[in-house]
């Protein structure tokens, strides 16, 4: 599960760097989609910076986190990869509109409810596979997730799928890598924990 994330002034160059290969006018507008980018938490509901397709480039634009909630329920902002690619809501966008949610970390609280940040130490930022929908408000996405891997199991059975740099393009171009990609496991991440109950022996 992912519930909330954070992104800055790292977020913001590391996409400035795959943009840079679009064409001119979707380069720009990139740009200017990066340039909103401010050091703050993410939370469902927010707008925030994604990574699509716009031709045959890479491209960042803002979408609102969360699918609209049937019958006034909550914001939906997870699906899991194991069961998306059959369920009515999130089907076609596993087949056509694919995204990566650039973060500089993201949170999980245990059941102890203390709160822990998951970061890659050996890149400044982490991609997130996600899946994006049109509504009459704009474009929305929610992030896939995927069986906890050893790093993210003391915490929680969830984490989001996290792609690899060459992973990036082919999430979101290649619908042929899409499967493998879907049952990937992600990375080991680094934690913090902001508080951790220490067990006398």
Known sequence: MCGRYY?????AREIETLVWQADERNRQESLR????????DLYPGNSAPVLSK?????????????????????????ARCESAPEKPLFRDSIRRRRIVIPASWFYEWNRRKE???????????????????????????VI?????????????DRMPLILEDQEIAE???DDAKTERILHHIPCLLERKTEYEQLSLF
């Not at 491209?59 to 909630?69: A, D, I, N, R, V």
């Not at 822990?116 to 929305?140: I, K, W």
Request: hydrophobic share 40%.
């Open 144 to 156: 896939l997730t995927t069986a906890a891997n050893a790093s993210m199991e003391p915490v929680h």
């Open 115 to 141: 709160k822990n940040t998951f970061y890659r130490s050996d890149m400044p930022v982490l991609f997130m596979a996600g899946l994006c929908r049109q509504y009459e408000d704009g474009e929305h996405f």
């Open 54 to 78: 716009k031709g045959g480039s890479i491209c960042c634009e803002w979408q609102h986190w969360g699918f609209p909630g049937f019958e006034g329920k909550k914001l939906i902002f997870n």
């Open 7 to 11: 992104v800055d002034d790292k977020t």
């Open 171 to 173: 999430w979101i171009f």
């Open 33 to 40: 989609a990066v340039s909103r980018i401010k050091a703050a």
